[in-house]
Nanobody, 122 residues
Framework: VQLQASGGGLVQPGGSLRLSCTGSGFNFNDYSMGWFRQVPGKRREGISCIDSNTGRIYYAPSVKGRFTISRMNAINTVYLQMNNLKPEDSSVYYC????????????????WGQGTQVTVSS
């Protein structure tokens, strides 16, 4: 099982980035997918997730209206479009896969990607 995240980088405040996460070694269609972020010394925060069956979507209040999650099962990929980025969005972003109910709790997710750094700075 592998989750490969990409798309991070350095962006100015107000800018945009799109993160991608491609899964392999498991039946991607059967898994809810989530995006999390973590800065040193803080808990991993669930920021968005998308259910495998219903397509229900969750956004953390801190990103709602600015971030958009989507998935393309045909290519085993989940995306996180991040617009109007703020310095407080700077973090390592992780994707994860879950066969449980979708939601922002990291403990619900079985598989994790390696993380991609997002830095928002002028």
């Amino acid at each position: 099982v592998q989750l490969q995240a990409s798309g991070g980088g350095l962006v100015q405040p107000g800018g945009s980035l799109r993160l991608s996460c491609t899964g392999s070694g498991f039946n991607f269609n059967d898994y809810s997918m989530g995006w999390f972020r973590q800065v040193p010394g803080k808990r991993r925060e669930g920021i968005s997730c998308i259910d495998s069956n219903t397509g229900r979507i969750y956004y953390a209040p801190s990103v709602k209206g600015r971030f958009t999650i989507s998935r393309m099962n045909a290519i085993n990929t989940v995306y996180l479009q991040m617009n109007n980025l703020k310095p407080e969005d700077s973090s390592v972003y992780y994707c994860a896969a879950s066969t449980h109910d979708y939601g922002p709790a990291p403990s619900s997710y079985e598989y994790w990607g390696q993380g991609t750094q997002v830095t928002v700075s002028s």
